[in-house]
């Protein structure tokens, strides 16, 4: 025990979050099992440790951090370990990756039932469904999801300010107003193409190369996240990563699944499970037309982000897609976006017709009091046009 401690006053001590996240002022941290989910990338370690450095003394043991990946819990499980810590005053027990351990979700149901005082906060992959999937856990966890950096978060980090974030409701509404307290400090259009290509996963800011290391997270989405955790066979695994390449060449648009089927020599029913898991993993989003839903077939799937567009095929990219991948990406955390009527637009919890178009064509453009249009290449808006970059202001 007093290993894990060391480690955890080491680790909390060279803790420096960037950005705070907003998720944290909106977690309920008096519950007694909390869920964080989040893809690879996004910071769920760092949150964890951010929020003991909130929340405790450096040297207080009644929080402790630990991850499942140390070795020592291939011999342990986490209810008996979790009960040491609480006989000896431990309070809050941070458990990082804790589909690392085998019945994990009976191990913490477990120590719900015998550690009244207790409270877990654990992470996951996104791919987990923590109460559709484990039944030991319905009823008791409360699940929160861990995203990328929002544009927001990006450009206070990358320009010192601290913008707010603002509801649809109040962009749609006040977004002149919202406009005119944000420009006079910075410009936006100078950071928006930086995000677009590189501000979504926390780590663009290590001194690596950001490419090559979104390349690795996405191998580790297909080869642990999905496999693992969907126990899927490893000779599957090709199948899964050619769909993902032959899905994000395309573009955002319907796939053609039996085609598909056919270019991964597996059954038409096996790629739509397939695209299931990717979207469950944060690596593409389906989009179904209002009031449809899996398994029926997506009339569109597109990347999660845009950042993982520049990484697997940078040479084929055009900005209509992005900038769409951007609005789907930045409207998914709160609301329900779905396929209009039409591909030419999108339709928000199933009220909002949305259309993302390019300022500079704004003479082709012929604008209907129905339609909101999202506009690219512009800073300011009026009306029922709206510049893009504020969307990214949601979370």
Same mark, same amino acid.
Request: aromatic share 14%.
């Given at each position: ?8 006053? =080491? ?6 979050? #960037? ?21 690879? @990338? ?13 929340? !405790?003394? &450096? ?10 990946? =140390?070795?020592? !819990? ?8 979790? @009960? ?31 550690? +009244?005082?207790? %409270? ?5 992959? #996104? ?22 950096? #929002?544009?927001?978060?990006?450009? =206070?980090?990358?320009?010192? %300010? ?25 410009? +936006? ?10 501000? !979504?996963? +926390? ?7 950001? #490419? ?6 996405? =191998? ?52 739509? *499970?397939? &695209? ?17 839903? !899996? ?21 084929? &990219? ?37 259309? &993302? ?26 009306? *029922? ?11």
């Amino acid at each position: 025990m007093e290993v894990f401690f060391r480690t955890h006053t =080491n680790l909390v001590e060279h803790t420096h979050a #960037s950005v705070r996240r907003t998720l944290m002022d909106e977690i309920d941290w008096n519950d007694r099992m909390i869920g964080i989910k989040g893809t690879r @990338g996004v910071g769920k370690t760092t949150f964890l440790l951010q929020y003991a450095k909130e929340h !405790f003394d &450096i040297q207080d043991r009644q929080c402790l951090y630990v991850n499942m990946n =140390n070795f020592y !819990f291939q011999g342990r499980g986490i209810s008996d370990f979790a @009960g040491e810590f609480y006989r000896n005053g431990g309070r809050v027990l941070l458990i990082d990756q804790v589909f690392k351990q085998q019945d994990w979700c009976l191990e913490l149901r477990k120590c719900y039932d015998e550690y +009244p005082n207790l %409270n877990i906060v654990f992470t996951g992959s #996104s791919v987990m469904r923590l109460k559709e999937e484990n039944t030991e856990l319905n009823g008791i966890v409360k699940s929160y999801n861990l995203r990328g950096f #929002s544009f927001r978060e990006f450009l =206070n980090l990358q320009t010192g %300010n601290n913008f707010s974030p603002y509801t649809l409701d109040e962009i749609l509404e006040n977004h002149e107003q919202i406009i005119k307290q944000i420009l006079p400090k910075v410009s +936006p259009n100078k950071y928006f193409l930086d995000y677009i290509h590189h501000g !979504f996963y +926390p780590f663009y800011q290590e001194h690596r190369n950001y #490419s090559e290391n979104l390349q690795k997270t996405m =191998n580790m989405m297909t080869e642990v996240d999905i496999l693992l955790i969907k126990q899927i066979e490893l000779k599957y695994l090709t199948k899964i990563k050619k769909l993902f390449y032959l899905l994000a060449v395309d573009g955002p648009k319907a796939p053609n699944i039996s085609q598909l089927a056919n270019d991964i020599e597996t059954s038409r029913a096996t790629v739509m *499970n397939y &695209i299931k898991y990717l979207a469950d993993a944060r690596l593409i989003n389906i989009i179904y037309p209002f009031g449809q839903e !899996f398994p029926k077939k997506p009339t569109k799937v597109m990347m999660h982000n845009s950042n993982l567009m520049f990484a697997i095929y940078p040479i084929k &990219i055009e900005q209509q897609d992005t900038m769409e991948t951007f609005f789907v990406n930045s409207l998914w955390k709160d609301h329900k976006v779905n396929q209009g009527s039409r591909e030419t637009y999108y339709t928000v919890d199933g009220k909002l017709k949305f259309k &993302i178009c390019n300022a500079n064509n704004n003479g082709k453009t012929r604008c209907t009091p129905d339609m909101i249009y999202a506009r690219y290449n512009t800073e300011v808006g009026h009306g *029922n046009q709206i510049p893009l970059w504020l969307f990214g202001f949601l979370y």
